[in-house]
């Protein structure tokens, strides 16, 4: 029967018979499912910002890798396996390349009008509706590119005429169009739900291959090949170029998958190292409490060191360390570093580059040799305030609009082995892990960022490439990629999204406080007692009097040096209600009666009873959130230490221990606050000498580089554009007026501080006005220079700031429960 076909002669206008070999039609749903995966995961991981040609640009790379590769790959792969007159050489089909050629750029076309209509309307958020008609346009605009694709290169066949049936082509339309439309609805509902899986993009790319394929197929079956011409010798052979250049097409696509895979195992170990390190992130949230993520579904986030390297085996990088308060502070006040992150920078540049390692780090090292010396913390801050700049950078936003520091340290990598290790021995050891006792086994701990953003900025933000998630649909790739439990990491972004909501802050009015403070272990310093809710404020109740008067403080005075069952006692008493009392005082005495009860069932502990009252009013400043200005309130305090035995709170107490030294930096951070600049100054100050080696190092280097001498850095240096070295030095009595530490010079010195931009190109230094007079004439030279007076700035390494209404209570209580701790009028706790 073989030898019957293969002698078949076919006329022109014969009907030439055709079969499929099943190899090469599973071969082209490869070809098809190779560039479809590689779409998809271009779509999945490709960087939208908000310039619009890149991110068409990119919609495009998209377009080709399905239109060429998924679509025009698989159909001439596809035609390879369609063997007509029983295998003939000489009458297999036989392409035209001008409408080969037309058939690549129709579906990239079409595809890339589907692409950029989908994806901008999934960036709008219009609803879902309007979503889900623009899919659907998207869709059909890929279903018909597929279709398209598929007649056009069948019209190029030369020496065949195609009879297709009507059915046929209204089933292949079918199919493209409601697979391709299901597809990317599949897709971009996917990205837009941010369910960031794995087999989510391998299940679009399936279907997608499903519908080039099914289409193509369908069309194929419901036709009939009629001989057009007499085919010319080894006509066949023709085909195979089709085929080659399809199958090298589809392993240049395969490659791209490779390189993909590869990029995201890179980047899987890339962040198990990071959560192994010290790590700042950026917690942005919406107003519907939406987390802001990447284009992995990860937040944004800068490596500030491999570890925080303590001094001591107690010593422990949290919440009461001076440098997280140091850096708590910088970030409600970033102007106070702005001008520095240049310099620091290029100082941890130079340290990275020189010839010490960073275990070689201690509180005795520095960078460069010169007087005085910088220690470790000095760096990681350099490190902090640099990753935040590089933060700030990557969502194109200003420093001073990338968020206040969060005022807890996430311990991350504690789902590596070892650390599952050390868990599995803690379970066998008989330990309860459900006892609420911390673990702080992680290797890596995190730092947070936090602010939420209003509409319009979540829409600019949008458009950089970030999306805004629910935390059901982000918290298992984000904690993973942490190594972190998923509840742990969910109630530490719910901590974050309570953070970021306006608070109900104190207004002007009076507050009945607890001032209560616990000894930490080894002595080493307070915790003081404050509510979980607002861990910046005292535990305290109104008492609604803008103005106390005079014999208000009277009924104060009556209770100086009572605890609370003694006020409440007394305030009940027949003395106070019966007595010589105005209606007034009265009804001001079962005020304050009501006020202390409510004070003590806040609190809900039997020692609060033994606090004593103090009758003297302090300040508190704050930020009324009402009209975003300084309010001041008055309070009234009962001050304790509790014995340590009885000082625990219960399970379900509201309230919680937050270390004293932290709670007075949060004394310092509302808005306006002098403390500022006060901050800004000892900030200066301290970099002042890294600043100046800077500007040295490179003055030295310029100099080494042209030893005759460099017009730039000579005339930066006499302060004269274009003098040359003849010039004399200058001798007028302003030069050096003021003369800085480390020998920096100021040229005048302004009433409140002093910004040196003439001797540090990279950073100003703040000094402080007060100055030392000194009057020098013992030279004999007659120099105008040397009859002048020079101002020595007078300036110790850190400026004192004012007392807190928390240090002034830290001395009653203290004066009160430990006489003689203190000296007399001191307002330093220890």
Known sequence: MDNVHSETVFQPGDLVPFHLIPWIVILSFVASFIGTLTTVELLHRRITTGKLW????????????????????????????????????????????????LSVFLPIIFL?????????????????????????????????????????????????????????????????????????????????????RWWSRL????????????????????????????????????????????????????????????????RKRQLAARAQQVVLACAVFDSEGRLMVTQEGLLPSRRITKQFNNRSFDEEFDVA??????????TYN???????????????????????????????????????????????????CVAASDLALEMQVPIQNIGVLYDDIMMTGTMSLEARAKRTIRAASGIDLESGEQMTFGKGQLMFVVRQVSRLEVSRLTAAGYRFAAMSQVGEIIARSMQVPVAEFAAHVDRLREHCKPNDLVHRSTYLACYALR??????????LVPRALPCQLPKVEIPLRQVKPWQQGIFARLEGRSVRECLQYLSSKEVRFGSAT?????????????????????????????????????????????????????????????????????????????????KSRQRVYKNSPDHASLARNIHYEFAPIIHQIHRDMMTRSAAEHPQGNGFWNSFRRGTAGSDDTVQPDNSSERELVKAPGGLAVQEVEPAMTRNTTSCPFGGILVSSDTIVASDRGDAMLEMRNLGTTALISAEKTEKEAPTFVDHLFNVTFARFNPGHLRQGSLQAP
């Open 519 to 528: 000894s930490t272990a080894a002595q080493k310093g307070f915790d003081i």
């Open 321 to 330: 360390h001076p440098v997280f308060q140091w850096l708590y502070r910088v």
């Open 583 to 663: 209606e007034e005082e009265e009804s001001f005495t079962n005020l304050m009666h009501d006020r202390i009860s409510a004070l003590s069932l806040e609190i809900g502990e039997s020692w609060f009873y033994q606090a004593i009252f103090c009758s003297k009013p302090f300040r508190a400043d704050f930020t009324d959130l009402s009209n975003d200005s300084l309010s001041q309130v008055t309070i009234y305090a009962f001050c304790i230490i509790p014995d340590v035995h009885n000082c625990s709170l219960k399970p379900l107490s509201e309230m919680t221990y937050t270390p004293l030294s932290f709670f």
């Open 203 to 266: 299940m679009t790319a399936i279907f997608l291959a499903i519908a080039v394929s099914g289409m193509h197929w369908v069309a194929s079956v419901g036709v009939v090949y009629r001989l057009k011409a007499v085919p010319t010798p080894n006509a066949g052979n023709a085909r195979n170029v089709n085929l080659i250049i399809a199958v090298a097409l589809s392993a240049v696509a395969f490659l791209a998958c490779v390189g993909i895979v590869w990029y995201v195992h890179l």
């Open 54 to 101: 890149l991110s068409m640009l990119q919609l495009f790379a998209c377009s080709v890798s399905m239109g060429l590769v998924g679509i025009w790959c698989m159909h001439f792969v596809g035609n390879r396996a369609i063997i007509l007159a029983h295998g003939q050489n000489d009458m297999q089909l036989v392409y035209s390349p001008g409408f080969t050629a």
């Open 334 to 384: 970033w102007n106070a570093v702005l001008d520095l992150i240049p310099s620091m920078r290029i100082n941890l540049r130079h340290y990275q580059n020189g010839k010490k390692s960073a275990k070689e780090i201690s509180s005795s090292s520095s960078v460069w040799e010169y007087d005085g010396e910088v220690d470790y913390s000095l760096l990681f801050r350099e490190s902090f």
């Open 112 to 196: 890339f009008i589907g692409f950029f209509i989908a994806d901008r309307e999934s960036q709008k958020h219009r609803g879902k509706v309007r979503l889900s008609v623009f899919l659907c346009i998207a869709g059909v605009a890929a279903g018909l590119s597929i279709v398209g694709m598929h007649y056009v290169g069948n019209f190029g066949i030369l020496n065949y005429k195609l009879v297709y049936t009507p059915r046929y082509i209204g089933g292949a339309i079918v199919v493209a169009v409601v697979d391709a439309t299901g597809s990317l609805a599949f897709f971009f509902s996917m990205k837009e739900l941010w369910i960031n």
